[in-house]
């Protein structure tokens, strides 16, 4: 018997079935039950996949223990110190970071499909006024794949590049329109000599009435956040693209469906909850009544901003955010700000619980993110668009892996609870 296999045994008949044990190149090894079910005919139950590789992927790479985070290899760290929103775009795509004449090509291609289709642009007359910006972003991404459809081979990794091009490209216009749209002010074109977060800020906040200088400080908060947001391997929205994408759906409904799932928030729609839990809590008084919420196990209140599926001792995008929130807040010259007061109590206090400290329960990315925009006068609604913009790129660059490999479809099966087979009564109603 080799020693890289496991056995399981099917005590109902004695039934020993080897498994091979597969390595990856970090992290914990994988038994693999493809056969599983040829061998042993039974399936796995493993909701929430909290032991359950779903895939391959040679993109990022998560030690949940150690608090590490890597996107091909480099660690988010170094990134964020290093380079720029568009460089780490092309590392996550090609796998290696750009030389110098291929950054130079990569920002040319990019800035090359910055624009919306005008008649993309009529499609926001269509939602309410109200809409939640995450609403038109899911509809608007969607409706890119009306724009590219036939014209997409997804099997030519050309094609798969230039779909990549489009939405690193298009996220950040179609964005900030959704939020002119909520504003009612005129949509702005994107500025190609702007850098990537320039650009973004640029079509936020300017106007066709004046000239609009974006802060340097804001600019480089903005790359850190879409850094420290570009991957993070197969989590709920990621795993959505490359299920959808896996019926070789059209690439622009798949990253629609991934918008979909990042908006709850127990996941990227985190940092907007975050914030109206500080509104909420509102005074640094209030805050045991809320800890004292978060435990009751009759409640279902959770703090938002803490704890991760995969992080258990600290999440290494919260560390870098921590720094830059209090940086941004000196650089907008906020001597006392409320909000980020109650979060600097809440995540001392927080730290310090038994409870909290017993459930390894640390404050997340999105804990700091949401105070980082709110500082930088971004309304709350935008926040988790700001995450599906930063996250556009991951989910491409997994799409894109997906469709390259031989997965085929994504097909889960279940355990059937429901009721065993039984005969629709002649009436065709229910009998009393
Ligand atoms: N406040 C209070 N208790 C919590 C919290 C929290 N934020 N998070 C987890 N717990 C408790 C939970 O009640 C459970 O207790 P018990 O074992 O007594 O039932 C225990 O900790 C384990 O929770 P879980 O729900 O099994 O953990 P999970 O891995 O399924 O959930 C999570 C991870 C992020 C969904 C969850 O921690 C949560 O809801 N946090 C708040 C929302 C949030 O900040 N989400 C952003 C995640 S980071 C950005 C991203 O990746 O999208």
Partial sequence: MSKDTVTIRDNRNNREVEFPILHG?????????????????????DPGFRSTASCKSDI?????????????????????DRCDHLEVCYLLLNGELPT?????????????????????????????RDAHPMAILVGVVGALSAFYHDSIDIRDPRHRLVSAFRIIAKMPTIAAAAYKYYMGQPFMYPKNELTYAENFLHMMFATPCGEYKVSPVMARAMDQIMILHADHEQNASTSTVRLAGSSQANPFAAISAGV?????????????AVLKMLREIGSVERIPEFIKRAKDPNDPFRLMGFGHRVYKNFDPRAQILRKTAKEILDAMGYVYDPLFHIALELEKIALEDEYFVRKKLYPNVDF???????????????????????????????????????????????????????????????ED
Avoid: C
């Avoid at 920002?107 to 499609?123: F, G, K, S």
């Avoid at 979909?260 to 996941?267: D, F, K, N, T, V």
């Avoid at 087979?421 to 229910?430: A, H, I, M």
């Fill in 25 to 45: 190149s970090e992290g914990p090894a994988v038994f693999d039950i493809t056969h599983l079910y040829r061998d042993l005919g039974l399936f796995t139950l």
């Fill in 60 to 80: 990022t790479f998560i030690d949940g223990e150690e608090g590490i985070l890597l996107y091909r290899g480099y660690p988010v760290e170094q990134l964020v």
């Fill in 100 to 128: 110098d004449a291929e950054n130079k090509e990569f920002r040319r291609i990019v800035t090359n499909h910055t624009m919306m289709h005008e008649q993309l642009a009529q499609m926001y007359r269509g939602f309410r």
């Fill in 260 to 272: 979909g799932s990042l908006w709850g928030p127990a996941h990227g729609g985190a940092n907007e």
């Fill in 368 to 430: 700091y993110s949401g105070v980082i925009l709110s500082a930088m006068g971004i309304p709350t609604n935008m926040f988790t668009v700001i995450f599906a913009v930063s996250r556009s790129i991951g989910w491409i660059a997994q799409w894109n892996e997906m469709i390259g490999s031989d997965e085929g479809i994504g097909r889960p099966r279940q355990l059937y609870t429901g009721h065993a087979r039984r005969d629709v009564p002649p009436s065709g109603l229910k």
